[in-house]
């Protein structure tokens, strides 16, 4: 099966790889750092003022936080979201709210006002947490895109990588595709 695995895969083969979106924010997000646009002790508030009225749940009760979310919590992932799904959960009832809120139905844009109305799972800074922060900091590119963009200038994206001819969505294999089929039938450009 190796040998066969070995021949099938030629230098355009495709691979499924996920959670990419996570280091090609952190890219954009550095790039508008090295631009002086945001500092790692700035309030998130700062950026996203829904944001100014967060609270956390603490044994059932909503209590104030005790210290801003500022951008270094959210690009160290410790900024006290939850996630939804309860792995590393230090608080599951909040992780539970999270699923009830539908975070992930429609646009990616309807995620900021509805993490506006949930309470933290942590308070920032204390706990380190997979999940949102890159949400937030998507919000946070397109708020800062959308401010202040020349006529031809780069978006991040094309900053982070150049600029992308890959189409919009790759073939799917089909279903009576071997195994090593589905692999090496994935082909970038087409």
């Known amino acids: 099966m190796q040998a066969e695995i070995d021949a ?8 499924r790889i996920g959670s990419m979106t996570k280091p090609t924010i952190a890219v954009a997000m550095l ?4 631009e002086g646009k945001w500092q790692l002790d700035d309030p998130v508030t700062k950026f996203i003022p ?3 009225d967060l609270k ?9 936080l005790d210290r801003p979310m500022t951008m270094r919590h959210l690009m160290a992932s410790s900024a006290g979201f939850a996630f939804g799904p309860a792995f590393g959960s230090s608080n599951p009832k909040v992780d539970e709210m999270y699923v009830k809120a539908d975070l992930w139905s429609g646009a990616n844009d309807g995620i900021t006002p509805k993490l ?3 309470p933290l799972e942590a308070q920032p800074g204390t706990e380190f947490r997979y999940g949102l922060q890159q949400e937030v900091q998507g919000a946070i590119l397109r708020r800062k895109q959308s401010s202040g963009k020349q006529k031809g200038d780069p978006d991040c994206g094309e900053a982070a990588h150049g600029p992308s001819d890959i189409p919009a969505s790759l ?3 089909k279903p009576d595709q071997t ?3 589905r692999v090496t039938s994935r ?3 087409g």
Request: glycine share 2%.
């Open 8 to 15: 099938a895969i030629m230098r355009e083969s495709a691979y």
């Open 31 to 34: 790039l508008l750092y090295e």
């Open 50 to 52: 829904e944001f100014t």
């Open 56 to 64: 956390l749940s603490k044994d059932g009760q909503l209590v104030p």
């Open 116 to 118: 506006a109305k949930l």
């Open 171 to 173: 073939r799917s294999p």
């Open 179 to 181: 195994a090593v089929e």
């Open 187 to 189: 082909r970038l450009w």
